[in-house]
């Protein structure tokens, strides 16, 4: 957010010694250290014990590594971009296939895309502003599949996301996710930052929001977060929330950050460095390669004869394998190898007529 307000500002105020200073600002992002050599951003550094052993996945962070591509000092190189995770599943059957975040947070499929304006427009992998609209309809139906379960949603009320909830500070998801949280808490500010997707829905229950809880409102719109059940409404306005319905809010009416966010160089820059065309994606795409990591694609074997389970990995030996190791760098689809002692392994795949076979030795 600091760097995205800063280069709208140079933008907004062009010729003055603002732009100056906030272009100052935005050059000093040192990105290319943030990747602490390896190929993908980490999440986090500290004075005490320096880089966080996490790497930045698809969430809020696509902000990030769009920002680090298009630096004009130290720029990450694109091939970060083609690494960066983006798993891909669906929030129920028959649903639409996205790519997900770790945790179903709603925000962070937000964020990103209240600076830079990515309608009619995706990268090799994904469509990001139908991604963020089929995150916000999961949300919506997660929450009123579940409104048996939880006052708050049966009220008609959505918007999990991570808030300030009554038990502390909570990363709230819904589906598709590795796995998330919820107790019925909601937070207003991501259902106002959700009209540009959804104009109608997101208005629709923003207004009730605001009849139903007439003492959540502040002078800068809803509070940002409140549990029915639990009785709870939060007693601070945060503003990394109301920021970001802000400027959602402002983009839907006269799209006027997105403007003078996109004309911006880092933005210009990092549009091409990620590849962005015209048009839209119907469905994700998995990379087929990535740096590291085995193919796609590979043959995978009729087995000739019986299989046995008896530990015994004679029969497998002569067969293709995949192998994610350590040493060569080959990493799982969630975690960070970080060194030869972590886990690693070889698999063997096979098939009958009745059954796929996975063989393995798996060591850690």
Same mark, same amino acid.
């Given at each position: 957010?600091?760097?995205?307000?800063?280069?709208?500002?140079?933008?907004?105020?062009?010729?003055?010694?603002?732009?100056?200073?906030?272009?100052?600002?935005?050059?000093?992002?040192?990105?290319?250290?943030?990747?602490?050599?390896?190929?993908?951003?980490?999440?986090?550094?500290?004075?005490?014990?320096?880089?966080?052993?996490?790497?930045?996945?698809?969430?809020?962070?696509?902000?990030?590594?769009?920002?680090?591509?298009?630096?004009?000092?130290?720029?990450?190189?694109?091939?970060?971009?083609?690494?960066?995770?983006?798993?891909?599943?669906?929030?129920?059957?028959?649903?639409?296939?996205?790519?997900?975040?770790?945790?179903?947070?709603?925000?962070?499929?937000?964020?990103?895309?209240?600076?830079?304006?990515?309608?009619?427009?995706?990268?090799?992998?994904?469509?990001?502003?139908?991604?963020?609209?089929?995150?916000?309809?999961?949300?919506?139906?997660?929450?009123?599949?579940?409104?048996?379960?939880?006052?708050?949603?049966?009220?008609?009320?959505?918007?999990?996301?991570?808030?300030?909830?009554?038990?502390?500070?909570?990363?709230?998801?819904?589906?598709?996710?590795?796995?998330?949280?919820?107790? *019925?808490?909601?937070?207003? %500010? +991501?259902?106002?930052?959700?009209? &540009?997707?959804? !104009?109608?829905? #997101? =208005?629709?229950?923003?207004?009730?929001?605001?009849?139903?809880?007439?003492?959540?409102?502040?002078?800068?719109?809803?509070?940002?977060?409140?549990?029915?059940?639990?009785?709870?409404?939060?007693?601070?306005?945060?503003?990394?929330?109301?920021?970001?319905?802000?400027?959602?809010?402002?983009?839907?009416?006269?799209?006027?950050?997105?403007?003078?966010?996109?004309?911006?160089?880092?933005?210009?820059?990092?549009?091409?460095?990620?590849?962005?065309?015209? *048009?839209?994606?119907?469905? %994700? +795409?998995?990379?087929?390669?990535? &740096?590291?990591? !085995?193919?796609? #694609? =590979?043959?995978?074997?009729?087995?000739?004869?019986?299989?046995?389970?008896?530990?015994?990995?004679?029969?497998?030996?002569?067969?293709?394998?995949?192998?994610?190791?350590?040493?060569?760098?080959?990493?799982?689809?969630?975690?960070?190898?970080?060194?030869?002692?972590?886990?690693?392994?070889?698999?063997?795949?096979?098939?009958?007529?009745?059954?796929?076979?996975?063989?393995?030795?798996?060591?850690?």
């Amino acid at each position: 957010h600091l760097f995205a307000g800063a280069m709208v500002s140079a933008e907004y105020f062009k010729g003055t010694s603002v732009e100056t200073l906030a272009n100052q600002l935005v050059e000093r992002a040192r990105w290319s250290w943030w990747l602490d050599g390896e190929e993908t951003l980490r999440w986090g550094w500290r004075p005490e014990s320096g880089f966080e052993d996490s790497v930045m996945d698809f969430s809020e962070a696509t902000l990030a590594y769009l920002l680090a591509l298009g630096s004009t000092t130290h720029p990450i190189l694109s091939s970060a971009w083609d690494v960066m995770r983006r798993p891909i599943s669906r929030a129920h059957p028959g649903g639409p296939a996205m790519v997900y975040t770790a945790d179903g947070s709603l925000f962070a499929y937000l964020l990103p895309l209240a600076w830079f304006d990515l309608r009619d427009r995706h990268d090799a992998y994904l469509d990001y502003w139908t991604n963020a609209t089929n995150a916000i309809l999961a949300n919506w139906q997660f929450a009123w599949q579940h409104r048996h379960q939880f006052h708050t949603y049966r009220e008609g009320f959505w918007g999990i996301s991570a808030a300030l909830g009554p038990d502390g500070y909570q990363a709230y998801g819904a589906p598709p996710a590795r796995s998330f949280v919820h107790d *019925g808490t909601v937070a207003p %500010p +991501v259902v106002a930052a959700s009209m &540009p997707f959804v !104009p109608d829905l #997101a =208005m629709a229950t923003y207004q009730r929001m605001q009849q139903r809880l007439p003492n959540l409102w502040t002078q800068y719109g809803l509070g940002s977060a409140f549990n029915l059940d639990r009785r709870f409404l939060c007693p601070y306005t945060i503003d990394l929330d109301q920021g970001l319905a802000m400027i959602m809010i402002e983009n839907m009416r006269i799209q006027l950050i997105w403007r003078l966010f996109m004309r911006h160089p880092v933005a210009v820059r990092a549009m091409v460095a990620a590849g962005f065309t015209p *048009g839209r994606l119907e469905e %994700p +795409v998995a990379p087929e390669i990535a &740096p590291g990591n !085995p193919g796609a #694609a =590979m043959t995978v074997p009729m087995m000739d004869h019986a299989v046995t389970v008896d530990a015994n990995l004679h029969e497998w030996i002569a067969r293709e394998a995949v192998e994610l190791t350590p040493t060569d760098r080959r990493h799982v689809e969630f975690g960070t190898v970080r060194g030869a002692r972590d886990a690693s392994l070889v698999a063997y795949f096979g098939w009958t007529p009745e059954r796929f076979l996975i063989a393995g030795i798996l060591l850690d």
